[in-house]
Nanobody, 129 residues
Framework: VQLQASGGGLVQAGGSLTLLCAAS??????????IGWFRQAPGKEREFVAA????????NYAESVKGRFTISRDGAKNMVYLQMNSLKPEDTAVYYC?????????????????????WGQGTLVTVSS
C-alpha cells in the first residue's frame, strides 16, 4: 500500500484544517488495511493521533485530540480524512498517515507504530497563536 498525505498548512489558533490520505495498491489489500494518523513535533517523538478500520466501523483517538479531530474514510475513493477543528499551537507538527495490515493490529493497539507497514510522507501543520 502506498500512501500520500496532503492538506497541511498554516492556520490560526481556533481554526480548522482537513488532512487527506490517499491510498493506492491492490484493491483487496486496501480493503483489509487500517489507517492511522500520527504526528511529530520538532524535538519530540512521533505520537498517535487517530486511527480507523478500513470498514470505518471503529475509530480511536488520542486523548489530546478527542472532541476536536474526526477521522473518516471514503472506501470508494480510497481516501482517509482527518478533520481538525479548534486547533491549538501545540497541534503544530508534521502529520503522517500510515497503513496496517498487521495481524496483531487492533483499534485498541492503534497507537503502536511498529504495527504499521507503510507510511506516507508527512504534511506540515502550523498553528499560530
Amino acid at each position: 500500500v502506498q500512501l500520500q498525505a496532503s492538506g497541511g498548512g498554516l492556520v490560526q489558533a481556533g481554526g480548522s484544517l482537513t488532512l487527506l490520505c490517499a491510498a493506492s495498491g491492490h484493491s483487496y489489500a486496501l480493503s483489509t488495511y487500517a489507517i492511522g494518523w500520527f504526528r511529530q513535533a520538532p524535538g519530540k517523538e512521533r505520537e498517535f493521533v487517530a486511527a480507523i478500520t478500513w470498514s470505518g466501523s471503529m475509530k480511536n483517538y488520542a486523548e489530546s485530540v478527542k472532541g476536536r479531530f474526526t477521522i473518516s474514510r471514503d472506501g470508494a475513493k480510497n481516501m482517509v480524512y482527518l478533520q481538525m477543528n479548534s486547533l491549538k499551537p501545540e497541534d503544530t507538527a508534521v502529520y503522517y498517515c500510515a497503513a496496517s495490515g498487521h495481524n496483531n493490529w487492533s483499534i485498541r493497539r492503534a497507537e503502536i507504530t511498529d504495527l504499521y507497514d507503510s507510511w506516507g510522507q508527512g504534511t506540515l501543520v502550523t498553528v499560530s497563536s
